[in-house]
């Protein structure tokens, strides 16, 4: 998967969070109730953690689910915008759910249509 945020993969993430907050694998399995082979396991890359397990281990590490999300692959980085008002459209359509974002594109290509 790609680097993000500054982590280079998933065992890169869990390494930095657990020397940050000085915990280990075993306390983060017991911690959000999973097997203790689990964190292992998605640390070596026998398996994906899903996209609820990965919301559940950023929380408990107090990072946005995003971030974990695109090293383990279930979503693609961010465009690289450096316009702010195309990076607000972004992170407000990432904010929306499914229905509301096809609305805002229906919206979007309607204000299209009618410019000048």
């Known amino acids: ?4 945020a500054g982590f280079k993969s998933l065992p890169d993430y869990l390494d930095s969070r657990c020397r ?3 915990t280990n694998q075993n306390r983060i399995a017991e911690a ?4 203790r082979n689990y964190i292992n396991g998605i640390y070596h890359g026998r398996f994906k953690p899903s996209k609820k397990r990965c919301d559940l ?6 990072d946005d689910p995003h971030v974990l999300r ?8 961010p465009p690289d915008l450096a ?7 972004y992170d407000l359509g990432r904010s929306l759910d499914y229905a509301r974002r096809a609305l805002a594109i229906h919206l979007l290509r309607d204000l299209r249509d009618r410019a000048p």
Do not use: K, N, T
Request: aromatic letters at 10%; zero cysteines.
């Open 57 to 62: 281990i950023s929380a408990y590490f107090g």
């Open 83 to 89: 316009d702010r008002q195309l990076r607000e459209i």
């Open 1 to 4: 998967m790609p680097p993000y």
């Open 20 to 22: 940050r907050d000085d």
């Open 32 to 35: 959000l109730g999973l097997h």
């Open 70 to 77: 695109i090293l383990v692959g279930h979503e693609l980085p």
